[in-house]
Each structure stands twice: as C-alpha cells, then as structure tokens.
C-alpha cells in the first residue's frame, strides 16, 4: 500500500522502488508483494463453476439436454486453457459438465466466489 503522500517518480531515493517487501525512509513508499493465488490453475483440473443468468439462458436456447439450468447452479468443470492472473484472480477457458450429456464452454472466466466464476473444489 502507497502512502498518500508518496510520488516514486520524483523520490530521490527511487532505487529501492519496485522491488517486493522494501520500504523508502525518503518518501514514506512501501511496496507490498503481489498476492498469491490459491494454487496454479491448470490445464486438465477440475473446479467448481457457477453459472450466472446468462450462462443458464444461453444453455436454454441452445436447447441442451439434461435438467434445467438455472443461475447459482454449480457445475464441475475442466480448465481447458489458463490466462495470466489478475491480481488474486486466474482466468481460464471452462468445458463445464452439465447434468446430461452435453457440455458448456465458459470462456475467460475469473477465479472467485460468485456467479459468472470458478473455484476450486473444497477438500473433503
């Protein structure tokens, strides 16, 4: 977190600027480490998708066999291809396994609670 204070561009100090856990006595400028995610995603494992409205009315128009999908509906699904993260998020390209025999692609879909996000599975 950077103090309100603090202009890196114009400490005279700015070496120590851009690197994780260092502090500047000049202008008071902290940096803190990126966040970490969870565990990596990737390609092949199987998370937890939540589907949002839209994701339900594409899979009713589309006429997909199985029972009805609905948002909040949770469905295991495979990451098929992973994106650079985003902070504390990753995103992903989902094949999600839909209750019947069809499938539904989830593309640059976010790492998070929610609908419209993966998450990994909870241990049991």
Not at 2 to 19: E, I, K, L
Not at 34 to 54: F, N, W
Not at 64 to 84: K, T
């Amino acid at each position: 977190m950077t103090s309100p204070h603090t202009d890196p561009q114009t400490c005279p100090d700015a070496s120590v600027h851009g690197n994780p856990f260092r502090y500047c006595p000049t202008c008071t400028w902290i940096e803190e480490p990126p966040a970490k995610v969870s565990q990596p995603a990737t390609i092949g494992r199987i998370v937890h998708y939540r589907l949002s409205a839209q994701d339900a009315a594409v899979i009713r128009t589309a006429g997909l066999s199985g029972n009805e999908a609905r948002e909040g509906d949770v469905y295991p699904a495979m990451i098929v291809r992973v994106f650079a993260s985003y902070g504390e998020h990753q995103m992903a390209n989902l094949q999600v396994h839909l209750d019947g025999a069809d499938n539904y692609w989830a593309t640059s879909r976010a790492e998070g609670d929610g609908v419209n996000h993966w998450s990994w599975p909870p241990r049991v």
